[in-house]
């Protein structure tokens, strides 16, 4: 069975070099890709996508493996091994990466540039795979830096000076993050028995004794560099700016599955290399949490100040990613079940939501919240989905939000940390009130836009030949429906992601 | 032995005595030359023969004598494999140039000079190479004759000469303090005899590295390096990131280690006196390459990072410091050359010579801008390529060394690498990702640079993955020299 975990990292990354290769040569022979061509490369995609999600789950549900790859330094083995949190994460990521690949069939040919995207996307796929399958630190940190690499060219796509801007911002950040994170391992290599992942960490505690103080900063700066991918305060502000300037599908994945990287990163250097006994009741803890607290407010307060549709979703991400960070920083297993399901249930939310902007945007080039009003007569479908998500994220039952955010409160106030355990519930409130403020209205004014916006007539802005009538094309609504479906389906059921 | 050292130099000398009546049988005439005495350094690797050989001798223990040892190898090999490569590709770059003759001349003898310095069995020997090395790049500086070079290449002059003068300082003590003037590990001073002077030797040191750090361009004296960019490519690439700056380094690694020795210096004041500088270059060489638009001076202040973090190697003054100094010394050698010889090329067909000229670019010359691409990644230090492993090995010798300002030194590394990513993806993002609408995307002149430019690339390249990802022999070599 090892064969097959490096297959299932394999594969999609060579598929995806071959479509950029095609699209390098394509580019530079100046021509132009036909119908024929389109066809074939949908196949080309759509073949490989599968086999790669069927790879990897198979790989994830055959038992533990593990494999050495090969040694990168002597010491320091590149090593996959197949684990719960891998198979968790990996799941999600399968659905929404067939989702968002369905989704971008007719999005991305408006777009253009689909080889270099769809290479990028296969490309991205296998990263990530490699990234939740890491079986040690360095490993892990080889494929952080990649997903970085690989997703920034999704980022800047369309080409445009904002978007330019913004893929650097993302690469920047992201880097500083890595390489605070890159810092640490250097310590941890020192301190630690082995930098393989090993539930309850595998710190030396002799080495350590005497050093404590330098040990903790060095958490520190490891956590803020993981952070910052997770979009944690004060290494926020990239995020709004790739995440609105992507094409929709790719905000989609960045905002839904890329972010979320940090997030692993940070259960595994915490959970499984340190151990939270080290952490329980340090500076590094309370400060770890005060930020996550801050972060959660403070997104919720941007989102809800900004008019840009997409980029107020952005913002929204800041400030749910942060209830995941701060279920971990709580360090108790209830906290972190409830944090683990809301990588579930944000992810699949935040991918839903991000491709319903990417419809309105595609069928009217609407980009502000404002024009969205009176949208729900036009496109009831997708207005309904949209709802059901926005309900999703403020957290009401019987949607998959509510479940994370009940674990997320239970496992705060269960862990008897002085004001933390009464204040993190407050805030996670707080922000969820904010989240239905900055949502909400949307679907109302989608559907009761008062007198005299109804009847104003709206341009058709691109996909009328897809859509032939309907409200939209069926591979744009499919990956909606079945998203929603799921986010009800874990609410409702959520037992099978708790094993 | 003597030959590797003798065959460039008088090879170089004889060159404007032949009478060539083509321009090729001239090239035909240097890539022989400098293959053989590659080859034959490669060969002198593989038997590694004991012993010394003494070429003359001035008075009692002053002689110029060498000797192969396991450092020296390391240095000498990598000479070996670059000096070709960048012949080859110097071919096809002086085509624009003037004076061909007289830069092929001084470029083959400074290959001489170079092994001289990595056989130098003693710290004169080493010292009157040192010396020649500055001689006999000058006018490789100077080549161009424009106003530029001549205030370059003074100015080149001055630091060399200044630094040679505080290294001279260092030696005269070596040798009154010292058992014996040879490179032995753990240093030769006499320990009995230094007694209470402790002190002033420790400055002696301190003035010694600063001498010989002047040539791998250590903060504050590092201006020279930027401004020599005016040479041409092929003597900015392999002189001012490789082989000159290296032979700094490797300098400075002999008389910490085999000529103080590091027992006499760990711990003590000259440590950290010389570890501060060494330090600040590392993040002030990174700031200014991002502030720098100028392509080869961008590079050139990334050299003096860079070079800096083979300095910090040597500062830590534990056998890991010195493994991972020489690990970076051999490994950025490979990633600057490679990306200077890419800018050199974009120079050379295209004649822009500023960051923001190159919009676009990458899918006009896709092969060289793929090249810079993984050089870029390299230097940054992205795992699987082998700036990551010298990075690694740095580091680790940083934590194992306990010493409070070595883990300042690990968050300067950091700190220089998103720097780096910085200012090496600024140009990446440019030449692939042009902002819509500049018009350099169609400029139908640029075209990709021809086989003699990008071969030495691609080799660089293979290079960089295999030591990235293989790196387990050539670490072990680097440790059974020291050990």
């Known amino acids: ?499 | 032995m003597l030959i590797v050292v003798i065959l460039p130099l008088f090879a170089g000398i004889l060159m404007p005595m032949l009478p060539f009546r083509t321009r090729k049988a001239m090239l035909v005439y240097l890539e022989t030359v400098v293959s053989i005495n590659s080859l034959l350094v490669l060969l002198l690797l593989l038997y590694m023969p004991e012993g010394t050989l003494t070429l003359f001798r001035f008075t009692g223990n002053l002689s110029v004598t060498f000797r192969l040892d396991g450092m020296g190898a390391v240095f000498a090999g990598m000479a070996a494999v670059l000096w070709p490569l960048a012949m080859l590709y110097s071919f096809e770059y002086m085509k624009h140039e003037d004076n061909e003759g007289s830069f092929f001349l001084f470029y083959v003898v400074t290959y001489g000079v170079t092994m001289g310095i990595a056989l130098a069995e003693n710290i004169l020997t080493m010292y009157f190479f040192f010396e020649m090395l500055s001689l006999v790049t000058l006018p490789l500086v100077l080549h161009t004759r424009t106003r530029e070079a001549i205030l370059a290449a003074r100015s080149y002059l001055y630091y060399m000469l200044g630094g040679a003068a505080f290294a001279f300082i260092g030696m005269v003590f070596i040798l009154v303090y010292g058992t014996t003037s040879s490179f032995v590990a753990g240093g030769v001073l006499n320990m009995a005899g230094i007694g209470e002077k402790s002190d002033m030797l420790l400055l002696i040191y301190v003035l010694c590295f600063c001498g010989f750090s002047v040539k791998t361009a250590m903060w504050p004296f590092s201006s020279w390096l930027p401004k020599a960019g005016v040479a041409p490519t092929p003597v900015t690439a392999l002189l001012h990131a490789v082989a000159v700056v290296n032979t700094g380094a490797f300098a400075t690694m002999r008389v910490t280690y085999f000529s103080f020795g590091t027992e006499l210096l760990r711990g003590t004041w000259a440590q950290k006196v010389v570890m501060v500088p060494v330090i600040f270059t590392i993040v002030y060489g990174c700031s200014r390459a991002v502030k720098e638009t100028h392509l080869k001076r961008r590079l050139a202040w990334s050299t003096i990072s860079n070079l800096s973090y083979i300095l910090f190697g040597v500062v830590l003054m534990t056998p890991l410091g010195l493994v991972g100094a020489m690990a970076h010394m051999l490994f950025h050698s490979f990633m600057k050359i490679c990306s200077f010889f890419c800018v050199g090329a974009v120079i050379y067909q295209t004649s822009k010579h500023y960051v923001q000229e190159i919009d676009g670019f990458g899918w006009r010359m896709p092969k060289i801008f793929c090249c810079f691409t993984v050089s870029a990644f390299a230097l940054m230090g992205v795992p699987g390529l082998c700036g990551f492993v010298s990075k690694w090995n740095l580091a680790k010798a940083a934590v194992d060394s306990e010493m409070p300002l070595a883990y300042v030194g690990i968050a300067a590394l950091m700190v220089s690498a998103l720097l780096t990513a910085i200012y090496m993806m600024d140009i990446v993002i440019r030449a692939f990702c042009p902002v819509k609408g500049s018009d350099a995307v169609d400029d139908k002149n640029v075209k990709d640079a021809n086989w003699k430019m990008w071969v030495p690339l691609a080799v660089f390249v293979a290079v960089m993955f295999y030591f990235g990802l293989h790196s387990g022999p050539v670490m072990e070599l680097l440790e059974g020299m020291i050990y």
């Open chain 1, 1 to 499: 069975m090892q064969g097959l975990l490096l297959i299932s990292i394999g594969l999609p990354a060579v598929a995806g070099i071959l479509l950029l290769v095609l699209a390098f040569s394509e580019h530079l022979r100046a021509v132009g890709g036909t119908g024929v061509k389109h066809m074939r490369l949908y196949l080309f995609v759509s073949v490989m996508l599968v086999a790669s999600v069927l790879l990897a789950t198979t790989a994830a549900w055959t038992g533990d493996n593990s494999v050495v790859l090969f040694r990168l330094i002597e010491s320091i083995p590149v090593y996959f091994r197949v684990d719960e949190v891998g198979r968790f994460f990996i799941t999600i990521v399968s659905v929404i990466w067939l989702a968002v690949g369905l989704y971008s069939v007719p999005y991305m040919k408006h777009e253009g540039g689909e080889k270099r995207y769809y290479g990028f996307f296969l490309l991205s796929y296998g990263v990530l795979t490699g990234f939740v399958y890491a079986g040690n630190l360095i490993t892990m940190y080889l494929f952080y830096e990649l997903i970085t690499l690989v997703s920034m060219p999704l980022v800047l796509h369309n080409g445009t000076r904002e978007a330019v801007t913004a893929a650097r911002k993302y690469l920047f950040y992201s880097l500083c993050g890595a390489y605070g994170g890159l810092f640490g391992i250097f310590f941890l290599y020192r301190y630690c028995g082995s930098l393989d992942f090993m539930m309850g960490g595998t710190l030396d505690a002799a080495a350590v004794r005497g050093h404590e103080g330098i040990l903790l900063m060095v958490v520190f700066v490891m956590l803020m560099g993981f952070g910052v991918k997770a979009g944690m305060l004060p290494f926020h502000a990239w995020l709004p700016a790739a995440h609105s300037v992507a094409p929709s599908p790719a905000s989609a994945m960045l905002s839904a599955v890329i972010v979320k990287a940090g997030v692993i990163a940070i259960v595994r250097v915490v959970f499984y290399v340190i151990g939270t006994d080290f952490l329980r009741g340090t500076w590094v803890q309370y400060l770890w949490m005060t930020l996550a607290l801050l972060t959660v407010f403070m997104g919720s307060m941007l989102a809800y100040r900004e008019r840009g549709f997409k980029k107020r979703l952005a913002y929204s991400t800041v400030s749910q990613v942060s209830y995941i960070l701060y279920g971990l920083s709580l360090l108790t297993s209830e906290a972190m079940a409830g944090a683990l399901f809301h990588v579930a249930a944000h992810g699949l939310i935040k991918c839903g939501l991000f491709l319903t902007a990417g419809v309105f945007l595609y069928r009217f080039g609407y980009t502000r919240v404002e024009e969205l009003e009176g949208l729900g007569k036009e496109m009831p479908k997708v207005m309904w989905c949209y709802t059901l998500f926005a309900l999703g994220l403020v957290g009401i039952p019987p949607t998959c939000g509510f479940i994370s955010k009940w674990y997320l409160a239970q496992g705060s106030l269960h862990s008897e940390i002085p004001v933390f355990s009464w204040l993190g519930p407050v805030v996670l409130l707080v922000s969820a009130l904010l989240t239905a403020g900055y949502l909400l209205p949307i679907t109302i004014k989608g559907f009761f836009p008062g007198e005299e916006k109804s009847r104003e007539n709206r341009k058709v802005h691109s996909g009328e030949e897809v859509c032939q009538g309907k409200e939209i094309a069926s591979s744009m609504l499919i990956p909606l429906l079945v998203l929603a479906v799921l986010v009800l389906v874990l609410g409702i059921f959520p037992i099978t992601l708790f094993k």
